[in-house]
């Protein structure tokens, strides 16, 4: 704690440069020795949800809310070469019923992003990257779960454009997650219409693909975005029946991205709907973020 | 250049990382049984208690033919080429099979009643439809295989089993038809052969008798039992364990005795226990006892509580007069300090659940698209005597027990929470972790089904009682961790459930199995 009082007073004297705040899809990088710190908070709400792929509401959930508020380093280790990291702590709720809401820190995620190729406003990425479950939250207890207790790895290829006078950009990128087997704490339950007598749930893999159109200028960034998330596999939300980890949860949201961030001190806010889906609420997601970008060390 | 050499390597170490994971398999490990020879032949089953018949002579199976006679010899002949090579389907349907035929259909009976555990939704109308047994795969499904309904499926199911399989035993004893392998030699059996005669064929008298009980219980089912039933029947033939004569003698007889339990089933007042309108009389007399505030429904819309009328269902091990008998004392008056310290207890315990708590609470719930208590219970005594090597007769005798006194457990449970009709915590805004059933609260239904099953496996398997205790006193205590009991509710389903499991015990004693 001490010394991170320390970094934070030295990195205030220190701090020079370009600010830039960045996500693990996007084609931003720190400069080697920068780090920018993003704090956001996150809500996500749904009234409507696909049991399979019957839309319906739920007089016994009403709204469900789950909120987060997650810290989230990008720092920048070597030219073209960053390290992200987040961490947050998520809560749900609902506006009816009597389901009890669950929180806590949920999981570790680690991305490292490393430029590929750069030649005349044309970018390739690759990044990798893992996630670790930090709380022991219940991961079966959905819709209030705050997480699946999964490890994941993934690997993601980013292609960027921009063009060089105007700022503007277009993004694509692809992504596959490895995910892990969890184990609940019951020792039989029912997937894919039988019953399995163990701990043991296998949740299936996933991918994810998005694309953006957008301008990024000094100090400010706005985007149109689309992303389409999938499992590989896996089975659905019976007839009236809660969710469950081994579900084929798929998504389509679309949304808009705004950052301004004039001098190390910065903003930056979200927004995405789910416009359609299979054993998933029909979500209606808000992020707003503060950015503080600094220096960690001294280019040699 | 460098940087190019530097790029070959993080691509490199990432498409390491993915061919690492994608090499790793996502199967999941469940326990592997296999055959065993039984402990015990228990060749006096066949004059055990049963059920339903009068005697296990009740229902004639005819003389098997000689095994020197013509027909018996080609048979074998036919046995012996059936199982003397085959495909690796074939070899994981013995495998399967082999571990037990009252194992593997107390096993499908619940796994069918954790797929039929889902209360209906509401319609556009804001009703909730009646599952109808006339169109079972309609939107409700038929049945809403709830705790009661599980526990009447797997108690007609296990004594279907029993009573066909001491009939069973008196006819393998009387005839003495040894198993295939024992008059030719020559034949390749997969599976450990004891000395129970083979006529008639015991597995086939559980399939038969099994699909007979389960057919009716998920008429839904029909095709998918077929299957099991055929490929349960051909295994014995490609084990080399049983020639076709055994089979056809075992499935006559199964399905004679599972005909007579479901004429019981039929008339034992299940048909009457939805009766909805009988509630309002209920709630009147609770209220003329002294309740300020009756149960209602905690969900959006109303839903009408589950099976109001299942404690006039028919008891299994005693009788209608030891039913209300067993009910529970008076629950504490709702402004009493008694009730005011059990909220409260579950009001802190909603404030700060810990981790252990929450996992108690998990680990019992059975609830919704789970086998139930009932069927927990069952896999409990399923495996245990899997592992004491039962004789098919003697597991079917546990089960039997076991299976009764649930069943039992579930009216004697079910009459003390209509007659109390009790509200449930959330009456007075406290929340769930487990999700919350349908109906009064007072006394707890897990407390009732799991004291009653420890009472009697402890009968079964006394080395084993403490153990079943704890886990019983554990379950009990989830539904407060879990936050949808009071302490009193479960105590005194504890308290009822022990009593329960007592009249089995004493029928246990009577059977005549020595046991």
Aim: net charge positive.
């Amino acid at each position: 704690m001490k010394n991170f009082i320390k970094l934070l007073v030295i990195s205030a004297v220190l701090v020079t440069g370009e600010v830039k705040a960045q996500m693990p899809h996007d084609a931003i990088y720190m400069g080697k020795g920068q780090i920018c710190v993003a704090t956001m908070y996150g809500r996500s709400t749904w009234t409507e949800y696909w049991e399979n792929s019957l839309k319906r509401s739920n007089s016994n959930i009403g709204t469900h809310t789950t909120q987060n508020v997650m810290v989230m380093p990008a720092i920048g280790i070597a030219k073209g070469l960053n390290v992200i990291l987040s961490l947050p702590y998520v809560w749900t709720q609902t506006s009816a019923g009597n389901l009890l809401g669950q929180k806590g820190f949920q999981d570790l995620s680690g991305w490292l992003k490393y430029r590929v190729a750069n030649t005349h406003g044309f970018s390739v990425h690759a990044v990798v990257g893992g996630s670790v479950p930090v709380g022991n939250y219940v991961p079966d207890f959905l819709p209030m779960s705050i997480g699946l207790q999964c490890r994941t790895v993934s690997g993601r290829l980013i292609a960027n454009y921009k063009h060089p006078q105007t700022g503007i950009y277009v993004n694509a990128h692809g992504t596959y997650s490895w995910r892990s087997n969890i184990k609940v704490d019951r020792d039989a339950y029912q997937a894919d219409d039988r019953v399995y007598n163990t701990r043991e749930v296998s949740v299936p893999n996933a991918y994810d693909a998005g694309l953006r159109l957008g301008v990024l200028r000094k100090g400010w960034q706005a985007e149109l975005w689309a992303e389409r998330t999938s499992c590989t596999h896996g089975d659905y939300i019976r007839r009236h029946d809660m969710p469950f980890p081994t579900n084929n949860m798929q998504a389509t949201t679309v949304g808009v991205y705004g950052k301004f961030q004039p001098k190390q001190i910065g903003v930056n806010a979200r927004f995405g709907y789910v416009t359609d889906g299979r054993n998933v609420g029909q979500s209606t997601n808000l992020m707003v973020g503060v950015l503080y970008q600094f220096k960690l060390w001294k280019n040699q | 250049m460098k940087k190019y050499i530097l790029s070959g390597k993080v691509v490199g170490i990432a498409l390491g990382l993915m061919t690492v994971l994608a090499s790793c398999d996502k199967t999941i490990d469940e326990p592997q049984r296999s055959a065993y020879a039984p402990a015990s032949v228990d060749e006096k089953a066949g004059t055990w208690k049963t059920y339903i018949l009068t005697s296990s002579s009740e229902i004639a199976v005819a003389d098997p033919k000689a095994v020197s006679s013509p027909e018996y010899i080609a048979e074998l002949a036919s046995l012996k080429q059936k199982s003397a090579s085959l495909t690796k389907e074939q070899q994981e349907a013995v495998a399967y099979w082999g571990s037990g035929a009252v194992y593997r259909w107390n096993e499908i009976a619940r796994e069918l009643s954790a797929r039929y555990n889902i209360p209906p939704a509401y319609n556009a109308e804001g009703k909730y439809p009646v599952p109808d047994a006339a169109n079972p795969l309609a939107d409700p499904k038929f049945p809403f295989a709830n705790p009661p309904y599980a526990s009447r499926a797997l108690a007609y199911l296990s004594v279907a089993q029993y009573d066909a399989l001491v009939a069973a035993w008196n006819y393998k004893y009387k005839f003495n038809r040894a198993a295939p392998s024992k008059t030719d030699a020559t034949i390749t059996v997969s599976l450990p052969v004891s000395t129970i005669p083979t006529y008639p064929s015991e597995d086939a008298v559980v399939a038969a008798a099994s699909v007979t009980i389960l057919k009716a219980m998920f008429p839904g089912e029909v095709p998918f039992l077929e299957a099991k039933m055929k490929e349960h029947r051909e295994s014995r033939l490609w084990a080399g364990m049983n020639v076709e004569s055994d089979l056809v003698a075992g499935v006559d007889l199964g399905n004679a005795v599972a005909a007579k339990v479901m004429s019981r089933a039929k008339t034992d007042g299940m048909a009457a226990a939805n009766n909805q309108a009988l509630t309002a009389g209920m709630i009147e007399g609770a209220k003329a006892r002294g309740l300020r505030e009756a149960w209602v429904s905690q969900e959006t819309p109303l839903r009408p509580p589950m099976l109001p009328n299942y404690g006039a269902v028919l008891t299994w091990n005693f009788d209608k007069a030891t039913v209300v008998a067993l009910r529970a004392v008076p629950p504490p008056a709702l402004d009493s300090p008694d009730f005011k310290k059990d909220l409260e207890e579950l009001q802190n315990i909603q404030k700060n659940q810990t981790r252990e708590q929450a996992r108690i609470a998990n680990y019992w719930s059975d609830g919704a698209g789970s086998y139930t208590p009932p069927g927990h219970w069952h896999r409990t005594a399923a495996n245990v005597s899997y592992e004491a090597k039962h004789s098919e007769v003697r597991m079917a005798r546990t089960l039997a027990l076991l299976g009764t006194a649930e069943m039992d457990a579930a009216i004697v449970c079910w009459d003390t929470k209509f007659y109390y009709y009790y509200p449930r915590p959330q009456q007075f805004k406290v929340k769930t972790s487990v999700g919350l059933p349908n109906f009064p609260s007072y006394t707890s239904g897990h407390s009732t089904f799991s004291a009653a099953a420890a009472t009697v496996l402890g009968y079964i398997f006394p080395d084993q009682a403490e153990t079943f205790n704890k886990q019983a006193q554990e379950a009990s205590t989830s539904r407060i961790y879990g936050l949808i009991h009071y302490r009193f509710d479960c105590t005194e389903g504890l308290k009822a459930g022990t009593e329960v499991g007592k009249y089995a015990i004493a029928r246990g004693k009577a059977d005549g199995s020595g046991l």
